[in-house]
């Protein structure tokens, strides 16, 4: 039962200062932060052969990461959108078979070249943005709808107010987006690729361009990018 792990924790916090890794040499996946149950774990694992992963310690984590995982008492599934294996980065499922040991179902690897957005690929599509929004204090969802050259922004919770601007592509593939009343453009790059989302570089000065993923997302399915908000409000 998973509910053992509250049995590991520590009296001390951890914090922790790097995403999910797996190390093959030692068979040991380090997780700085795993929601369970609405709170927060850094988690360690090692192999047992065959895909079998047992839990060897788990303590209360005050780190925030760009992936962070999560575990549903429901479906039994351990979630772990990123892994990085050496120079390899993987989105990874497993699924709880009792007493703390997880088998591995899905094991999908990630581009780690950036995507580049077209005017073709964004035409007629609408990708859900969800970042974590300082004023309200919680995770948010706005809708972008785009066109050949125009696009409509609204949040998820009121699509009857919506934004309308222009965009463009960059050479190097980066969305270039401008509304009224802006001082300037917005410079959108897809630093990650998943199966569920883009992880963005989100700037208005490109000299930044190139920095480490923001916690910032275009999720292709609305249902997917709500369950990843309702589990990010409820961490806090």
Do not use: C
């Amino acid at each position: 039962m998973i509910k053992k792990l509250i049995l590991l924790l520590f009296l001390v916090p951890v914090i922790s200062s790097a995403d999910d890794t797996y190390d093959p040499a030692t068979g040991k996946i380090h997780m700085p932060t795993v929601i369970v149950d609405g709170k927060n774990y850094g988690i360690n694992m090692e192999h047992q052969g065959d895909l079998i992963f047992k839990v060897t310690t788990a303590t209360p984590s005050t780190y925030t990461s760009n992936s962070t995982d999560t575990f549903d008492f429901a479906t039994g599934i351990l979630h772990m959108p990123l892994v990085s294996v050496g120079s390899d980065n993987f989105e990874v499922d497993m699924f709880h078979q009792g007493d703390l040991v997880f088998k591995v179902t899905k094991a999908t690897p990630i581009k780690n070249i950036a995507f580049k957005f077209t005017t073709d690929y964004l035409n007629g599509k609408t990708l859900y943005n969800v970042y974590y929004e300082d004023d309200t204090k919680k995770w948010e969802i706005v809708a972008f709808v785009f066109s050949s050259s125009t696009l409509s922004a609204y949040q998820n919770s009121n699509p009857s107010e919506k934004f309308d601007g222009v965009y463009s592509i960059t050479e190097e593939g980066y969305i270039k987006m401008l509304f009224p009343h802006d001082d300037g453009p917005d410079y959108v790059k897809a630093a990650v690729q998943t199966s569920d989302y883009f992880q963005l570089v989100w700037t208005g000065d490109l000299v930044n361009i190139n920095r480490n993923p923001d916690d910032e997302y275009f999720y292709f399915d609305l249902q997917k990018a709500q369950e990843f908000i309702d589990t990010k409000n409820a961490a806090l």
